[in-house]
């Protein structure tokens, strides 16, 4: 009687699927712990502790950020509070957020909470992306707070100018947030959402907490447009 050939065995096909799926499902357990340790939000300690996580800690907004080119990664990654020259954030440089540098890790997260639930609640991914989520009809929010428009001081001059008065970067987004149908920036005009100053704060926090995300580079080539970090 001929050998009968392995390829043709169904036992074999069975023990193979069994050990392919029972390998797929650790590989997938494995997969959702790194995960979820990835997107987690870290702390003020570990912020204090110069230990960065891919989500900083809520008390990020009192710091400088910027996106920098890693030459180790070959991508922009977002820099906080300085660079160390290798890549790496120093968190030592502070910036002023709504005329403060010292939120607390409890009023930086109310504010957050805030901002997150606005943007929910107004549907802004009805027409902007949010790290990947949302439409491409209006601009990507997700590097918002470093864009050009608003780094230059274009932006702060325009809405500024219109109340006759200087305005910092938050107070000036916080403002277009709030009236945007008086500052067309855009060929589809941001309508009036009904966002209140409260709101707009919150969601103005959530923008720059949110541009301090490492996002492996997405959105691509956002360091390269005109006027940004390294741009070209």
């Not at 930086?108 to 606005?118: E, P, Q, S, T, V």
């Amino acid at each position: 009687m001929a050998n009968k050939s392995v390829w043709s065995d169904n036992r074999f096909w069975q023990r193979s699927a069994t050990w392919v799926t029972g390998f797929a499902a650790i590989l997938l357990i494995w997969l959702t712990f790194d995960t979820s340790a990835q997107i987690s939000m870290g702390t003020d300690k570990d912020i204090q502790n110069k230990v960065t996580k891919r989500v900083p800690g809520p008390t990020v907004i009192n710091y400088k950020i910027t996106y920098e080119r890693s030459p180790k990664r070959g991508l922009e990654v977002p820099i906080i509070g300085g660079n160390d020259g290798k890549g790496n954030s120093l968190f030592q440089e502070k910036e002023k957020f709504f005329g403060r540098d010292d939120w607390s890790e409890k009023e930086a997260r109310a504010m957050l909470h805030l901002g997150k639930l606005g943007s929910q609640a107004k549907n802004c991914m009805d027409c902007h992306t949010l790290l990947g989520n949302g439409a491409y009809y209006a601009p990507d929010l997700t590097k918002s707070w470093l864009d050009p428009m608003w780094e230059d001081g274009t932006m702060q001059a325009i809405i500024g100018g219109t109340l006759g008065k200087e305005l910092s970067k938050e107070e000036a987004m916080a403002e277009f947030l709030q009236h945007p149908e008086l500052y067309p920036t855009h060929a589809r005009q941001m309508p009036n959402l009904g966002i209140t100053k409260k709101e707009a704060i919150g969601i103005v926090a959530f923008l720059k907490q949110m541009s301090s995300i490492d996002t492996n580079g997405f959105p691509r080539n956002f360091g390269k447009m005109k006027g940004a970090i390294n741009g070209k």
